[in-house]
């Protein structure tokens, strides 16, 4: 094995996958790029990293909902290009030609183009490492898409693409032996 620089570690066990999150300041939509995702206690709680660089975390303070929309491959080049400009100058809707869809318990949309969409509500936000704690509190998939695959960031301006998936369900429902 050769000796990674320790600063490119993360990019080892970068998390779920990239997501983009809508949020409303009281005015306006807006849409941001999350690479940092993680699924909480196999409920509907998620965590996403974000901070107040980002234009869209005071919405996420102020109003304490957002919608969690699962792009696909497809859809790699305007997931980068909405990470890469600042909704305070831009209308990211407009800009990279997506459709906002009214969310039925949150004021922020769905993004029609998404394989699925998550309304969310904060629940808590960890000051000290960026962390915002959501709740689901509805949930929506595109079974009609064809594209399904979703992309993972490693962090260094590459991504991973999901691939076929294997199926593992009636092993994993199997009961452990005693003593295990």
């Known amino acids: 094995m050769q000796q990674l620089e320790l600063s490119k570690a993360?990019?080892?066990i970068e998390s779920g996958p990239v997501?983009?999150?809508t949020t409303h300041d009281g005015k306006k939509d807006n849409i941001m790029t999350i690479s940092?995702?993680?699924v909480m206690d196999f409920t509907p709680l998620f965590a996403i990293t974000t901070s107040a660089w980002n234009h869209s975390f005071a919405a996420l303070r102020k109003n304490r909902e957002c919608v969690i929309a699962i792009p696909t491959v497809?859809?790699?080049d305007?997931?980068?290009g909405i990470g890469m400009c600042s909704g305070a100058d831009t209308d990211k809707f407009a800009?990279?030609?997506l459709t906002s869809v009214p969310a039925k318990l949150v004021r922020p949309p769905l993004i029609k183009e998404c394989l699925a969409n998550i309304e969310c509500k904060v629940i808590d936000i960890v000051k000290k490492h960026n962390i915002v704690v959501l709740e689901g509190v509805a949930a929506?998939?595109?079974g009609t898409r064809k594209e399904k695959r979703v992309v993972h960031a490693v962090g260094d301006g590459t991504f991973i693409v999901d691939g076929r998936k294997i199926d593992r369900k009636q092993m994993m429902a199997a009961k452990l032996p005693s003593g295990v």
């Open 10 to 12: 993360f990019t080892l």
């Open 19 to 21: 997501v983009l999150v």
């Open 36 to 38: 940092w995702t993680m």
């Open 74 to 76: 497809d859809l790699l």
């Open 78 to 80: 305007k997931v980068v």
């Open 95 to 97: 800009q990279f030609k």
């Open 140 to 142: 929506y998939l595109d």
